[in-house]
């Protein structure tokens, strides 16, 4: 507790399309109001994050899936991910992983909230070879990798 008596919350990571920020590849945005009220019942404090736009991928960007194999195979450097033309920006998806467990580090968050269906934050589903697929994607496979707990979250809740 924090001296003034109030409860001190427990940062979370999150993916920031999930809390109304514009991110997401399109512009757009997948803020989950259910979310929200989940993070306020469980006494954590959201701390947002987009491993693309830490990247320096920028928003609006192109439609991207990991090419071949999987997430764990993108980490390990025997995959690519790409987008829709064909350019690889694997290089800024393993950078914008390594700043959410950076984040993570910094900020003592165990567990993150993340986008499902992304090839960077997708926990049970992503994207690969352009299809949606069973799996992470490589932010959550390398969060995972060190031990943070992280659900997949669709998004769009009221």
């Given at each position: 507790?924090?001296?003034?008596?109030?409860?001190?919350?427990?940062p979370v990571l999150v993916s920031a399309c999930l809390l109304g920020a514009e991110c997401r590849y399109d512009g757009a945005h997948n803020h989950d109001a259910a979310l929200t009220r989940l993070l306020e019942e469980r006494g954590e404090r959201a701390v947002p994050y987009c491993p693309e736009e830490r990247s320096g991928l920028g928003t609006p960007r192109p439609p991207v899936w990991i090419e071949s194999i999987d997430a764990d195979a993108v980490l390990a450097g025997e995959a690519r991910v790409v987008t829709e033309g064909g350019q690889d920006v694997s290089a800024e998806f393993l950078t914008g992983a390594q700043?959410?467990?950076?984040?993570?580090?910094?900020?003592?968050a165990t567990r993150a909230y993340l986008k499902e269906r992304s090839p960077s934050c997708g926990v049970c589903s992503t994207h690969v070879g352009g299809e949606p697929t069973d799996?992470?994607?490589v932010t959550t496979a390398l969060l995972q990798s060190a031990g943070?707990?992280?659900?997949?979250?669709?998004?769009r809740r009221p």
């Amino acid at each position: 507790m924090s001296p003034e008596g109030e409860r001190e919350l427990q940062p979370v990571l999150v993916s920031a399309c999930l809390l109304g920020a514009e991110c997401r590849y399109d512009g757009a945005h997948n803020h989950d109001a259910a979310l929200t009220r989940l993070l306020e019942e469980r006494g954590e404090r959201a701390v947002p994050y987009c491993p693309e736009e830490r990247s320096g991928l920028g928003t609006p960007r192109p439609p991207v899936w990991i090419e071949s194999i999987d997430a764990d195979a993108v980490l390990a450097g025997e995959a690519r991910v790409v987008t829709e033309g064909g350019q690889d920006v694997s290089a800024e998806f393993l950078t914008g992983a390594q700043g959410a467990l950076s984040v993570c580090e910094e900020i003592g968050a165990t567990r993150a909230y993340l986008k499902e269906r992304s090839p960077s934050c997708g926990v049970c589903s992503t994207h690969v070879g352009g299809e949606p697929t069973d799996g992470p994607g490589v932010t959550t496979a390398l969060l995972q990798s060190a031990g943070v707990e992280v659900e997949g979250v669709e998004g769009r809740r009221p």
